[in-house]
């Protein structure tokens, strides 16, 4: 199995910065896409961004150029940075990666969500 361990939730003021980080450990013998979803209350699950092992990204919302997706691959570690945020970006955020276990077939792997409220 993979862990996926995020961090940096929490109480956040309009306007404000978000910094997210989540860590993948386990057997792993590969990691391609990671990424990040949030699900608001009454809301479906939604992608946030995305970024490859290669570093190519899918970002969701490129007004005012956030969401950031940062990648570590040496440290399994994807961060999410997102300014400028609005109650809106209340949710909670969900770590997401593709990975390869040793002698296993990619599977997709689900951290356990960190809330994130925006207060105005």
């Known amino acids: 199995q993979v862990q996926l361990v995020e961090s940096g939730g929490g109480l956040v003021q309009a306007g404000g910065l978000l910094r997210l980080s989540c860590a993948a450990s386990?057997?792993?013998?590969?990691?391609?896409?990671m990424g990040w979803y949030r699900q608001a209350p009454g809301k479906q699950r939604e992608l946030v961004a995305t970024?490859?092992?290669?570093?190519?990204?899918n970002l969701t919302d490129t007004d005012k150029g956030r969401p950031a997706i940062p990648r570590d691959n040496a440290k399994n570690t994807v961060y999410l940075q997102m300014n400028s945020l609005k109650p809106d970006d209340t949710a909670v955020y969900y770590c997401?990666?593709?990975?390869?276990?040793?002698?296993?077939?990619?599977?997709?792997?689900w951290g356990q969500g960190t809330q994130v409220t925006v207060s105005s």
């Open positions: 970024i490859t092992r290669g570093g190519t990204t």
């Open positions: 386990g057997m792993i013998a590969s990691i391609n896409l």
């Open positions: 997401n990666c593709h990975a390869n276990l040793w002698g296993r077939p990619r599977s997709n792997y």
